[in-house]
């Protein structure tokens, strides 16, 4: 088979890229050729992961051609893959998202579970391929689970993502809670960051009920009202993507990774639902959500069903 390019979605979190790079490795220990990519920056979090376990990034690209075989990980839904993907051949996909607009003209390979982390997936293919996990790359999947599952914390974190945490985490031969609050620390460093890259840096565009045209971005904490702070220069930045991108709804969600909780801005002509969904006033286009941490699980299911 030709080259393999494996990556995962646009503004690629821990698990985008640490997904990347331990499925390339499997794919080259089973006798193919492929190589990790990446569709965008590398965040903090997922450079104090790299840097720790002494692995490159993967190289940048921003699209593919019809000459292109792919694996996607951490994401199947074309809007937040490689533009061209409907014209490349897709031959895998490991994921742990909802399955939308996804299609393909040929058999594919389609690997899926609904727990925590595409890297929890993975662990089962190396397995499954009696292929052994080197300790970089273990340690790098176990970055992947305490990103996704904000150190198991979580509602998205199922029994299957502790246990093999705790494998990859002998693999790699580091504790897993000092290790990930110090990675997930260093993630929460948004200083150097403008009003309109906190905006992108975690964004998701999605379309609720197949009516509502919304973007769902995430920033991660240890302190709200720092981000908070900066409340005017991150709505005009959001103003911007509404006018830019058509939306009818932008949400920004400020994390706060250590309490679980977060703040949300919402703007937009439909912001009525996020009232709606979690019984709440906006006040300022601001309103705290006690508990809500997952943009998958209790945010994007319950604003579809609050269209
Ligand atoms: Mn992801
Ligand atoms: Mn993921």
Redesign the pocket.
């Known amino acids: 088979m030709e080259k393999i390019l494996v990556f995962?979605?646009k503004s690629p979190?821990t698990?985008?890229i640490a997904s990347s790079i331990a499925m390339a490795y499997l794919q080259t220990k089973l006798g193919n050729t492929a190589v990790p990519k990446r569709l965008g920056n590398i965040s903090k979090e997922t450079e104090y992961a790299l840097n720790h376990f002494k692995i490159g990034a993967p190289e940048l690209i921003s699209s593919v051609s019809e000459d292109d075989t792919v694996i996607l990980v951490?994401?199947n839904e074309p809007a937040q893959s490689a533009d061209g993907i409907a014209d490349a051949h897709v031959y895998m996909v490991v994921d742990h998202h909802r399955i939308n607009g996804f299609t393909t003209p040929e058999p594919v390979y389609y690997y899926a579970e609904p727990v925590g982390c595409t890297c929890t997936i993975i662990y089962k293919l190396f397995n499954d391929n009696n292929v052994v996990i080197p300790a970089d790359v273990a340690g790098l999947m176990l970055s992947a689970i305490i990103s996704?599952t904000l150190l198991f914390k979580s509602p998205t974190c199922t029994d299957k993502d502790r246990k093999v945490a705790e494998d990859l985490a002998k693999i790699a031969g580091v504790d897993i809670n000092t290790y990930g609050l110090a990675m997930l620390k260093a993630g929460t460093d948004l200083t150097s960051f403008s009003a309109e890259e906190l905006v992108s840096l975690d964004g998701k565009q999605v379309t609720l009920a197949d009516t509502v045209k919304a973007k769902i971005s995430q920033v991660n904490t240890a302190d709200i009202d720092d981000v908070m702070t900066r409340k005017e220069k991150i709505e005009a930045a959001m103003q911007k993507d509404i006018d830019s991108l058509g939306l009818d709804l932008d949400v920004f969600l400020i994390t706060d990774i250590i309490n679980s909780n977060s703040q949300v801005i919402v703007l937009g002509s439909r912001a009525d639902i996020v009232e709606k969904a979690y019984s709440v006033k906006l006040e300022n286009n601001t309103a705290f959500l006690p508990g809500i941490v997952s943009r998958k699980k209790q945010v994007i299911p319950v604003l579809t069903s609050n269209v």
Request: hydrophobic residues 0%.
């Open positions: 995962g979605h979190d698990d985008t951490d994401h996704d």
